[in-house]
T-cell receptor, first 114, second 112 residues
Framework: TQLLEQSPQFLSIQEGENLTVYCNSS?????LQWYRQEPGEGPVLLVT?????EVKKLKRLTFQFGDARKDSSLHITAAQPGDTGLYLC??????????????FGQGTILTVHP | EAQVTQNPRYLITVTGKKLTVTCSQN?????MSWYRQDPGLGLRQIYY???????DKGDVPEGYKVSRKEKRNFPLILESPSPNQTSLYFC???????????FGPGTRLTVT
């Protein structure tokens, strides 16, 4: 099973600050997804990155896929209380018996204080 | 509205009492999965299904059973629940195995 390590596990910041969440692995992934989960709900997809080095922007959120497709980052600019939630990365395996299966990171709990 | 529904949302039961958590999707997706979510461990896949009557083990299948008799339904069965199965369970569906997962609202299970 391929492993995805997310860091930090917890992040507590003030409104207006910037932050970065990291998702790292020693394995190569064919694609990587980022989800956001709010309390009492299931995760919802934010973005999928597919190409090494790819950068995608979603308003104040910037997602990057590493050149070697082993890592990814999520950067939030000027965080707002509405950004509070659990952020999960998920990588799609490239081969072997796990081909095409998703592996999730442990998640990062973000709290943005007003 | 495209959605995945799960029932029940909350369940408290005792060790050994068989239970079923239902899952249904209305998006005609081929793939469906069950995950459990535990603090610090993220989402771990229990079982998944590629189509009707086709299922396979995920990363943590021990103690669970599934069936896929209809495309829209994918129930999770715990024949003899144990306290270590206390967790938050999510059903998900997708067009492809590694495609966007559409998650249900979750079922919080407590086994005493």
């Amino acid at each position: 099973t391929q492993l995805l390590e997310q860091s930090p596990q917890f992040l507590s910041i003030q409104e207006g600050e910037n932050l970065t969440v990291y998702c790292n692995s020693s394995s190569v992934f064919s694609s990587l997804q980022w989800y956001r989960q709010e309390p009492g709900e299931g995760p919802v997809l934010l973005v999928t990155v597919v190409t090494g080095g790819e950068v995608k922007k979603l308003k104040r959120l910037t997602f990057q896929f590493g050149d070697a497709r082993k890592d990814s980052s999520l950067h939030i600019t000027a965080a707002q209380p509405g950004d509070t939630g659990l952020y999960l990365c998920a990588g799609s395996s490239v081969g072997g018996t796990s081909y095409g299966k998703l592996t999730f990171g442990q998640g990062t709990i973000l709290t943005v204080h007003p | 509205e495209a959605q995945v529904t799960q029932n029940p949302r909350y369940l408290i039961t005792v060790t050994g009492k068989k239970l079923t958590v239902t899952c249904s999707q209305n998006m005609n997706h081929e793939y469906m999965s069950w995950y459990r979510q535990d603090p610090g461990l993220g989402l771990r896949q229990i079982y998944y299904s590629m189509n009707v009557e086709v299922t396979d083990k995920g990363d943590v299948p021990e103690g669970y059973k599934v069936s896929r008799k209809e495309k829209r339904n994918f129930p999770l069965i715990l024949e003899s629940p144990s306290p270590n199965q206390t967790s938050l369970y999510f059903c998900a569906s997708s067009l492809f195995l590694s495609g966007e997962q559409y998650f249900g609202p979750g079922t919080r299970l407590t086994v005493t």
